[in-house]
């Protein structure tokens, strides 16, 4: 587990790459989001075998961040300029629902800002196009499978602050959660 | 409850936001509207797991506003210059029907005004092509889930106040009903 | 009833909004059809609940109007410089068939033309591209509802003449018919 | 019936229009196909509740008039200048296969030369590209069901003979037959 | 039969058309592929009841033709200046399958070098990007399909010579057959 | 088996075309990805019966090497400047996963960089937008599917090699297997 740790590391050690936490049937499990930029028009192709509801959570990061361009000190005409392509591995399994929202949105700020996501830093959360984050569910399962793959932060919802609390706490020692309110504080601990 | 109230207060006090009411099979619930501009074509992007006549009633809200932008003050060539972006949160909960009409309006309407909406007040009901606001079905439960929620006005169609007059009078102490005819009506109510 | 036909009145008293007769599974009904112009390219945005047969139904009588530009006094470019919105309402009900033929031509040509639709007047046809007039189904029903909803005059094709003479006549005593063959005579007897 | 046939000639009498034969689960039956043209840039538009193989048989239809355009002394530019509207009515009745090939043609053909077709003239027969035209089934009941309506002439593949002959001679008395083997055959014999 | 022979020889003879081999639920046919160029922009209509691998072999055959434009001395700028039809007659009966690809390859090329097809030759195959003919199926009822309808020569895959070998010699008296490994052999040997 | 290596050798000896490895419910197969270029505008075009997943290996595959384009010496316009048509032979057989991903990037990379793919040589894994290979099943049948073909070297995975050693090594004599983490090294080992 370190050593799986590690490799999260060096492979997600680039901008536009964040790791988010899935409920699948199968439990709970690690998840990257990559994001590529290139030369376009503002056009977004999602691939993983998304479904729907997880392809809105794109398009719904994509406009709070091209909407709050200059909090994050972005020039508001690249969103314009560029190609977006956003891919979630493992195409063999479907994925879907609101929860990879916080990461997606994290993965195109880093993509866009060219800044690095904070290493072993997971998160899981809804977002909303006003700037807030929402509770999501599986949240044990989710922080167990943080724990097994070696990541040492969280942050999730602050509503969601009572499932973690019912968790064993010997099963999550050494995991610092973030409990958050709004969007703009998921990029402020997220982006280095 | 008041401290949910405030929470709504705070998050929602934004233009571009507005708070409708929902009928679901779980019962009454508060929904959010929330709406976002960038530079665009008109284009209108919905969002948060909507069915058909959901989806048509905001681009019934949107022809309406635009073919009306003079009463609200509006240059008609900014529907041209803008993208659009209507999102209804809580993504892994379906949603459809038309009774969202008149909060789809008024998110709009906040937006493109930069008006925002009378805090505390809520609004359900399917909206027309020619302005008119028709009622809708749900009234005890959505008037319940507001009175929960720490609401304080609700807006709905005037052939909707036999609903309401059909609910246990200390059920909703304190709250101020609207009842309107057109949507005009519901936006001089909820802009502030 | 005298009321619900004065509010009928009221309501649909601007150009671009006609009244048609429908029947559904819960017996007759009224429906408006409502048409909106902005400025657009000629696109065609169709809502409220509708199945492929009665979109067809809208896109046969522009295409008339179009070509028949003319004989209404209306330049024939007006109709790549617009775009046209027909929504009917109560989009919670399912709608489809082409006997809202002769109501989506009048509504049209009322938004086109800017003059209004006779008050109290109601129609049921479907339409073909050569503009004849063609006999629907339900007559009975829809002249009834249109009774009951405080309505004078009904316009449907002389082939459904038979179907009004085997109704009780106690019962549409006051109604006014005029049966039609052409979607000409559907203008002249409808736009005032 | 003499009435029918007075009918049918007095509403198709016009370019663009052409009488069919068709064969549904309720016997046979005529079909009109009507087409409109407008200023456009070579769009096909089908309305008519009509199936993929009958929306089919009309690009296959319009591709051998563009190819053909000199041989109907056409100006092949005038495809690309041109909106093309196809209607077959009676939307209530689901329409397909390829047998209102010839028909397709003969209304676009008309449409585009201005040339009507013959009066009193109904037609049924699959259509290809490189010019031909293949028999069709249902040729009793097509040929009786245009011997009621009180039509004179038939076109249809050479190949269908055979079903022609197979019909008592009694029922069919006063119909012409014209067995063609190409498209071009059908023009000349259709357009007057 | 040799009067169909004849027939097929007529029809056929013209830029633009070949004669494949199917094999269908009722047995062996053949099938004529039909394609006209027009004035366009590159795009490709397909018509016939074609399914979806049937219309992936048109498309191949497209980008092979494409990419070894030279070879055929054709200038590779026609393909961006043409619409492509290409028609599989009897629209009543649903086709799909590869092995219509070497076909669809002979028609296209037939139609852009304006060269025919040699006359009284049929074949069958899979087409691959690289310029390979891949073996098929049915070859026994395609075979005798091809004899009874009065055909002479057949191409098809070298990985097909043993299923001909196994056909009672007697029932393809007078019948050439052509193995092939590439798809520039096919159009060496087809086009006049 | 020889004669067959040489086949596969001499089909595939040119840029564009790599060989891969499926797992289909009847056992191990090769799988040719053929890819060719022609003047477009960076459209991607895909046939060969392939399911969504395996259409979003081929988007990721160019994304990845579009944002590279540098590493691969590649100006990065010529991925606007072309059109992209990437097929999988034998249409017959449906195709889906995500495991033919490092066959895809080398199919394009080839194609794109004009080098060939070294002979002999093969390869499964799934790819991401970050450069990783990852782990896929069947590598058993995939691997006794290669030996059969007579191939000489695997590219795949290095967390696949636990499969490899579970193989008698009696039945994989005289195969090279190459296990890699990155997408890189993948075209490193694969371009001569
Ligand atoms: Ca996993
Ligand atoms: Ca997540
Ligand atoms: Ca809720
Ligand atoms: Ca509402
Ligand atoms: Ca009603
Ligand atoms: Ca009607
Ligand atoms: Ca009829
Ligand atoms: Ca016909
Ligand atoms: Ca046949
Ligand atoms: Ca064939
Ligand atoms: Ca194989
Ligand atoms: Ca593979």
């Not at 049937?25 to 993983?48: H, N, P």
């Not at 006003?130 to 943080?146: C, D, S, T």
């Not at 609390?165 to 959660?177: A, C, P, Q, T, V």
Request: net charge positive.
């Amino acid at each position: 587990s370190p050593r799986y740790s590690n490799e999260i590391y060096k492979t997600a050690n680039m901008p536009g790459v964040a790791v988010g936490l899935a409920y699948t049937y199968v439990g709970g499990d690690i998840l990257f989001i990559e994001t590529l930029l290139s030369e376009g028009k503002g056009e977004l192709k999602l691939t993983g075998n998304l479904g729907n509801v997880m392809k809105e959570s794109a398009a719904t990061a994509l406009s709070y961040l091209q909407s709050n361009a200059k909090k994050l000190q972005l020039n508001s005409e690249v969103f314009s300029q560029k190609g977006i392509h956003i891919h979630v591995p493992e195409g063999a399994v479907p994925k879907d629902g609101p929860s990879a929202g916080v990461t997606m949105l994290t993965a195109l700020a880093s993509a866009f800002t060219g800044r690095k996501v904070k290493p072993y830093l997971a998160m899981t959360g809804e977002i909303t196009l006003r700037g807030q984050v929402l509770p999501v569910g599986g949240i044990k399962e989710k922080v167990l499978a943080a724990k097994r793959a070696g990541l040492k932060e969280i942050v999730m919802c602050w509503q969601n602050e009572k499932d973690v609390n019912e968790i064993d706490s010997n099963f999550i020692k050494g995991i610092d959660f973030h409990y958050v309110k709004t969007m703009q504080q998921v990029l402020e601990l997220a982006l280095v």
